[in-house]
């Protein structure tokens, strides 16, 4: 190539390296880092998290000082009359009396009261603190979960795009043995029988094409719905993938681990501390509660008031109070209808409903945590296995293959190599991918799973 083409070509061959959708397939850590930026459950349990510490403000506050005013202002207007006797020169006379006032009002109230003693706001404010402790643990259970979700479903884009490769090899080869077959029965060799059987495989091929391009597509469409951009091309697991058994290598230890540390577990056990919290605070309706009130009132007024007896005769007048009281209050609970026994019963069912939830969530981590471990043993032998068998299916398709073309193999040996040779490579793709991912979930039940286990199995793509 001239130096003047190389010169042309240069800026454009930087142009398309620059372009993210063709800088080179995306990674793991990258289909990560556009999750956490954009992943609707991880922001939901974030909302929920800042949500719930506000509780823990709100049940402080009610045992903190309070302070409260008031203004109001008043008027009022009244007329009266009436006839009464008056002594005069002249003896006894009648006269009407009539009288009007008009009277206005202001009054300002301070009010500084401090609860002294109430056993229900106080374990109100330990509840709030528990299902603060509750949410901050399910935050980290969801961010621990982001990691699973994302490898899973990354992994799930990787091991249908497998499977339609060898969808397509599988389709591709049944084609050629239908041509082959064809051939043969043109020239006499074969009977139609072969040619319909090889055409029956390839059609069931071509079927099985079709499905494994659209479980392809909705893959990707998952992996897109946690990551909020579309999966474009994707890096694959090398070959050369380490299978190690879990460390330590003892199943009740991660057992253990997991009972001690994971954040969902811990959670639950959150949610139980706080209802037995709603407990204490329902049976302290039943207690005296003591507070402290200092009160200051301000009430100036004025009026006008008309009179007329015989003659008119008006006033003007001004008053003013002011009034400061300091005081303690105690409020002694006798009767409330039977509404704080019922709390109290009501309490301590939703505390017998979190301490099975409890339970069961215990159960299930312990039968998920052994389940992972066995996996990844299994696992391991698993890919083994399943390695030297696509070795041995393509040896015995080649072999078959060889037999049939001398006439020592027929037509349905040959079709039934090949679909061996498809179920192999299949379940090889998915043990291997199946091994990586129960090796992260062994993690997550133990409440290990982080950034850097991540970046270990990146470390496995190419």
């Known amino acids: 190539m001239s130096r003047p ?37 991880l922001a939901q349990a974030g909302a929920q998290q800042r949500a ?48 009007s006032s008009s009277n206005y009002g202001t009054t300002l109230q301070g009010t500084l009261s401090q609860t002294l003693f109430d056993f229900s706001k106080w374990s109100n404010y330990k509840s709030s603190k528990a299902l603060a402790a509750s949410q901050d643990a399910s935050y980290e259970s969801q961010a621990q979960n982001l990691y699973l979700r994302v490898a899973t479903a990354y992994f799930a884009v990787l091991t249908a795009r497998d499977q339609l490769s060898f969808a397509e090899s599988n389709e591709k080869a049944l084609a050629s043995q239908l041509d082959q077959a064809q051939q043969r029965f043109n020239v006499g060799l074969a009977a139609i029988t072969d ?121 003007h007048t001004n008053n003013m109070s002011r009034d400061t009281a300091i005081g303690v209050v105690l409020s002694v609970p006798i009767f409330s209808g039977g509404a704080t026994q019922s709390r109290v019963r009501q309490a301590i069912d939703q505390r017998d409903v979190q301490q099975d939830v409890l339970e069961q969530d215990r159960r299930a981590l312990v039968r998920n945590t052994r389940n992972a471990y066995r996996s ?21 398709l080649d072999a078959t293959q060889a037999g049939y073309e001398v006439g020592t193999q027929t037509i349905v040996d040959v079709l039934l190599a090949q679909q061996t040779l498809f179920q192999a490579e299949s379940a090889y793709s998915l043990a291997r991918h199946s091994l990586v991912i129960n090796q992260l979930t062994l993690k997550a039940d133990a409440g290990t799973l982080g950034y850097k286990d991540l970046e270990q199995v990146n470390a496995l793509l190419k």
């Not at 042309?8 to 990560?32: I, K, N």
């Not at 990844?376 to 015995?396: D, F, L, M, P």
């Open 5 to 41: 083409m190389i010169r042309t070509l240069l800026p454009f061959a930087v142009a398309l390296a620059l372009l993210p959708g063709l800088a080179g397939a995306e990674d793991l850590l990258q289909a990560y880092q556009q999750a956490r930026d954009s992943d609707p459950v």
């Open 195 to 315: 040619v319909n059987q090889a055409k029956a495989q390839h059609d069931a091929a071509v079927a099985t094409v079709i499905s494994s391009r659209n479980a392809l597509d909705d893959a990707r469409e998952a992996l897109t719905q946690i990551t909020g951009k579309p999966a474009t091309d994707l890096r694959v697991l090398r070959n050369d993938i380490p299978m190690l058994p879990p460390t330590p290598s003892d199943q009740e230890a991660w057992v253990n681990q997991a009972l001690a540390q994971n954040p969902a577990l811990l959670a639950q056990q959150q949610q139980v501390r706080s209802a037995n919290d709603s407990i204490s605070a329902a049976r302290a309706g039943h207690l005296p509660t003591l507070s402290a009130q200092l009160t200051y009132t301000r009430a100036p007024g004025w009026g006008d008031q008309t009179s007329r007896l015989g003659g008119i005769g008006a006033y």
């Open 52 to 99: 719930t510490q506000e509780g823990i403000t709100q049940a402080r506050a009610l045992l903190l000082p309070q302070i409260a005013a008031s203004y109001s202002y008043s008027k009022s207007h009244g007329t009266s009359s009436s006839t009464q006797p008056f002594s005069t020169n002249t003896g006894f006379q009648i006269f009407n009396f009539t009288s």
């Open 376 to 396: 990844i043993i299994a696992g391991i032998s698993s890919v083994e296995a399943n390695r030297q068998a696509v070795v041995s299916a393509r040896s015995s």
